[in-house]
């Protein structure tokens, strides 16, 4: 079975300041994707960034990026020059195949002012 | 506007009574689900669709049900809701993963309140 971690509930850090959410995540094929969504609180998810497993290199999307460790089943999200509007929950999730993600529990993130 | 859209976005139930969460998309992808948000849980699969006429259960599918008669809908019914069925219900759809990696796109939700 595939499983999602996400280990932070909540963070809460200055604007401006870097953020690092951490991922972890289990399974045992060799061919998938890792996501990281945004859901502020208008309810909508929102893509943030999508690694594909067979890509060594780090997916970075502007002040987003991430730490893709694939032996370790590690993927964590930087947040660079964290801004009010970044406050958050924020979910990573594994996909294989086209027929489901799975998610973690989510992390609430603030950015204070 | 593309994407996919979740009608209603608030519905008030009593228990026992049944009801269909609609979700329509309009950029011709392939496949569909359906995910419930439970506080602390993340987001769970109900059931998907990889295509018109084909469905299959996610990890929740107990007291829901759904077809996909066309590529553009994927109703979710609710048989005879349950105070245990209050939650946010999300549809989403994508094209194949490994065609384009693109990950799903979302609705805007629904929350669905049993009483």
């Known amino acids: 079975a595939q499983t999602v971690t996400q280990s932070q509930p909540e963070m809460s850090v200055q604007e401006a300041e870097t953020v690092t959410l951490s991922c972890t995540y289990d399974?045992?094929?060799?061919?998938?994707?890792l996501f990281w969504y945004k859901q502020p609180p208008s309810r909508q998810m929102i893509l943030v960034i999508r690694?594909?497993?067979?890509?060594?290199q780090n997916a970075t999307e502007n002040r987003f990026s991430v730490n893709f460790q694939k032996a370790a089943k590690s993927f964590s999200l930087k947040i660079s020059d964290s801004q009010l509007g970044d406050t958050a929950m924020y979910f990573c999730a594994l996909g294989q195949g086209a027929q489901k993600l799975v998610f973690g529990q989510g992390t609430r993130l603030t950015i204070n002012p | 506007n593309a994407g996919v859209t979740q009608t209603p976005k608030f519905q008030v139930l009593k228990t026992g009574q049944s009801m269909t969460l609609q979700c329509a998309q309009d950029m011709n992808h392939e496949y569909m689900s359906w995910y419930r948000q439970d506080p602390g849980m993340g987001l769970r699969l109900i059931h998907y669709?990889?295509?018109?006429?084909?469905?299959d259960q996610g990890e929740v599918p107990n007291g829901y049900n759904v077809s996909r008669s066309t590529t553009e809908d994927f109703p979710l019914r609710l048989l005879s809701a349950a105070p245990s069925q209050t939650s946010v219900y999300f549809c989403?759809?994508?094209?194949?993963?490994?065609?384009?990696?693109?990950?799903?796109?979302f609705g805007s939700g629904t929350r669905l309140t049993v009483v």
């Open positions: 690694q594909e497993a067979y890509k060594q």
């Open positions: 989403a759809s994508t094209e194949a993963f490994l065609r384009a990696g693109y990950g799903y796109t």
């Open positions: 399974t045992s094929e060799s061919n998938y994707y």
């Open positions: 669709s990889v295509g018109a006429g084909i469905t």
